[in-house]
């Protein structure tokens, strides 16, 4: 039929087979070979027909690399079209992931079987996206609105069991192998004469929607858009499945649908999806780099970091062994576990059983000589480099030959705790988030003498455990941490010269940011970047400088903990209020020091906190910190909350244009001084070179 769908007769069973590899996206050549065979079935001898795939899952989807470019016939419309008219039932036989139009094509299909390991979903909407080829008209009618609305919303599929009592399947096969199971189904299902079941026949009564649950949606999907527009318009098609026919249903569906693929925000969410996938990619490692074995982990330390790690490895059943100096900081880091996982079984997520597994997976020790059968040693104790040494000293003299040994350090040079090894080319860094259980980046740190099956073998894991990986080489901070400083500094710079800090949060929170710099502050504690700057000797000698964050902790007011920080805490439900007397306090303290306070407009704000961001990207990249400024986004919208609508942070400076960038730092040098505002050398070149970090990234390979 063509090279990536074929054809055969089994009996009176038509089988299409699609082989695109790797996942069946529904490229042209795949739309055109399903809607050939299709055609064929029509004029045969088959009385039923079986969509399947090869390989290791059905159609994961439209092509998302043909997004963008001009649509090439046929569409995909015109494919389900052909399946939902046919004169013979269209069985869809799935495994793997049944995703976006793929699901849609088997929504389109009389039948769907799947096997129980199979998934089924629309994530359209992680695309900046919804569901273009009937998704949203198609699932309500089967799933009820309700259920459509969180489907679709979320983007997450469902396994093939629960899409079963939803509706979305029909079947679930039993037998091993898919193909010979759906043959079977169909057999069956033209022997008792099934009808031709068309999910487009059936009318959703209106009456069966609660009044107000459109306006009740959209608002509850506002609340966490940070600056997505599909939720809101997967609500109208849902509304449109409801209220008007199919064909005008699907007609709305596709005129959203192609608002939202030229919107800047899917183009975003897309150089995301690519982005996450390439970061995994480290440039000069070929992909078949050998992989060492990692059956067993342990980690020292079991603090609020440790825990996390602790479970992120239990939950994928992977057994981990935690050291700490004492039986009582044992028993408190394996209660802090017991009660994380006590919360997530509490909001349903989890089962009695699965949360018994994992926590017997996570055993305690206090003797290193426990460590014998360990593969990788993930180090999480306090942030003190001497301390780190001692440890990694003594892993190296109980560890076997090959083990990973990783730090979580955040800050310290991983080369320096290499070295008090006698085998550094097995450590490096693995650098999480807090809460490690839930934050999504994990920083590769490569060391000067990593080997590279230890840093294949990291990223492998990395992805295991269910984490966004990111290669960084050695330096203060990272890419991340390292990056930050500036934002943290203008955020409260901008105090002095005349904000409130909730309308620098709340600028920086309209732009999508999942919380504000300031309220994060009090969230981590302000007492934190307080002993930080105590030790540095490198920081400008200006009065202006962190002013404010230190008078804080100077009053006690340590931020969400103690009850107040830059904002009031109410005791009980944790909102944050503003605080008038820190709001009297910054305006004093700005005339104290003959800073005259003036109107700052959210254009300044953000300009000030997100281009020191870019500026020490550029330089990060200069350097060969970071692979590719792609990378960078990554780190920024898995480890910080950039909002993904608006692609990371040197992403977002593409679209600004870097001259634009270029110049406002220059302008922000002249009038703040050059001790914060450099411009980077890459900026200053890119600039004058009308380039964008993207083209540079290409250029570099
Ligand atoms: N189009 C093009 N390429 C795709 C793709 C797609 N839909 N889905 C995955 N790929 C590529 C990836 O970029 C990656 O390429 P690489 O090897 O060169 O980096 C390769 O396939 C393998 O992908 P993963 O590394 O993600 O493999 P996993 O096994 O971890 O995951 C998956 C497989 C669950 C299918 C995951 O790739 C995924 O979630 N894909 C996206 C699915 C999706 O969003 N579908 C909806 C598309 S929009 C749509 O259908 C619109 C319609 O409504 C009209
Ligand atoms: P923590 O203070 O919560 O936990 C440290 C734990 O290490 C304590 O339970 C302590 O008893 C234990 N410990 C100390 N010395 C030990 C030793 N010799 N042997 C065994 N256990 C020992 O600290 P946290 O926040 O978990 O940080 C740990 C590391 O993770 C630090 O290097 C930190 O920089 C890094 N990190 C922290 C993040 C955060 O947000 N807290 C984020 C990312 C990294």
């Not at 609340?223 to 849902?238: F, P, W």
């Not at 202006?544 to 009053?555: A, D, N, Q, S």
Request: hydrophobic share 40%.
């Amino acid at each position: 039929m063509s090279d990536v769908v074929s054809y055969e007769l089994v009996d009176n069973i038509a089988v299409i087979s699609v082989n695109n590899p790797p996942v069946n996206a529904l490229s042209q050549a795949v739309r055109e070979g399903i809607l050939d065979a299709v055609t064929t079935a029509q004029g045969d001898a088959s009385e039923a027909i079986v969509l399947h795939c090869e390989g290791r899952t059905f159609i994961a989807g439209a092509d998302i690399k043909e997004f963008g470019k001009p649509p090439q016939e046929p569409g995909l419309p015109s494919i389900l079209s052909a399946i939902e008219d046919s004169s013979k039932p269209v069985i869809a036989a799935i495994h793997g992931t049944a995703l976006g139009g793929g699901f849609e094509v088997a929504l389109a299909c009389h039948y769907r079987c799947a096997i129980a390991s199979a998934k089924v979903g629309l994530p359209e909407v992680k695309l900046g996206l919804l569901p273009g080829a009937g998704g949203t008209q198609r699932v309500p009618r089967i799933a009820g609105v309700k259920a459509a609305l969180e489907l679709i919303t979320s983007g997450n599929p469902v396994a093939a069991p629960k899409a079963k009592d939803m509706g979305l399947v029909d079947e679930i096969i039993a037998a091993e192998d898919l193909k010979a199971g759906a043959i079977e189904y169909a057999k069956g299902l033209v022997e008792s004469g099934a009808p031709l079941k068309r999910i487009r026949d059936i009318t959703i009564d209106p009456a069966t929607v609660e009044p107000g649950f459109f306006d009740a949606a959209r608002k509850r999907l506002a609340r966490r858009a940070r600056g997505q527009i599909a939720q809101d318009k997967i609500v109208s098609c849902l509304e449109a499945a409801v209220n008007l026919p199919m064909d005008e249903g699907l007609q709305r569906e596709r005129e959203l649908f192609r608002e939202l693929l030229t919107s800047p925000e899917s183009a975003a969410m897309r150089h995301i999806f690519f982005a996450e996938r390439l970061a995994a990619k480290i440039k000069d490692l070929p992909r078949d780099t050998p992989r060492r074995e990692v059956n067993k982990v342990a980690i020292i330390g079991g603090g609020t970091m440790g825990g996390g790690i602790a479970m992120c490895f239990a939950n994928v059943g992977i057994p981990v062994l935690m050291l700490e100096i004492d039986d009582e900081a044992l028993q408190r880091g394996m209660g802090i576990i017991e009660k994380n996982y006590k919360i997530t079984l509490g909001k349903g997520k989890m089962t009695e059983d699965q949360m018994g597994q994992r926590i017997a997976l996570i055993t305690g020790t206090t003797d290193y000589a426990d460590l014998g059968d360990v593969d990788m040693v993930i180090e999480a104790v306090f942030e003190n480099l001497e301390l780190k040494k001692e440890i990694f000293a003594k892993l190296d003299g109980v560890c076997k030959p090959g083990v990973i040994l990783a730090t979580n350090t955040s800050y310290q040079d991983v080369d320096a705790i290499a070295a008090a090894t006698s085998r550094p080319q097995d450590v490096l860094g693995m650098h999480f988030f807090s809460p490690a259980n839930v934050m999504k980046l994990l920083e590769v740190v490569r060391g000067e003498k990593t080997a590279d099956d230890v840093l294949a073998t990291t990223m492998a894991i990395g992805k295991r455990i269910n984490k966004v990986c990111a290669l960084s080489r050695v330096c203060y901070g990272f890419i991340g941490n390292r990056m930050l400083g500036g934002y943290g500094r203008e955020a409260q710079m901008l105090l002095m010269d005349g904000c409130t800090p909730s309308q620098v949060d709340s600028a920086l929170e309209k732009f999508g940011m999942a919380m504000g710099p300031l309220a994060m502050g009090d969230l981590a504690g302000l007492d934190v970047g307080y002993k930080a700057r105590q030790g540095r000797t490198d920081l400008p000698d200006d009065p202006k400088l962190y002013r404010i964050g230190t008078l804080l902790v100077e009053m006690g007011r340590y931020g969400q903990k103690t009850g107040s920080g830059f904002y009031q805490y109410d005791a009980e439900t944790r909102a944050r209020i503003a605080d008038p007397e820190v709001e009297a306090m910054i305006k004093a303290e700005a005339a104290k020091i003959g800073v005259e306070q003036r109107d700052i407009s959210d254009e300044e704000i953000l300009q000030r906190c997100f281009y020191p961001l870019i500026n020490e990207g550029a330089r990060i990249l200069f350097e060969g910190i970071a692979q590719r400024p792609s990378d960078i986004d990554v780190v920024y919208v898995f480890g910080y909350a950039f909002p993904v609508a608006k692609g990371g942070p040197m992403y977002y400076a593409d679209q600004i244009g870097l001259k634009q960038v270029y110049d406002k730092i220059c302008e922000f040098r002249d009038r703040d001084g050059e001790q914060y505002w450099q411009p980077a050398p890459l900026l200053k070149q890119l600039a004058e070179a009308g380039k964008t970090f993207a083209e540079w990234g290409s250029e570099q390979g």
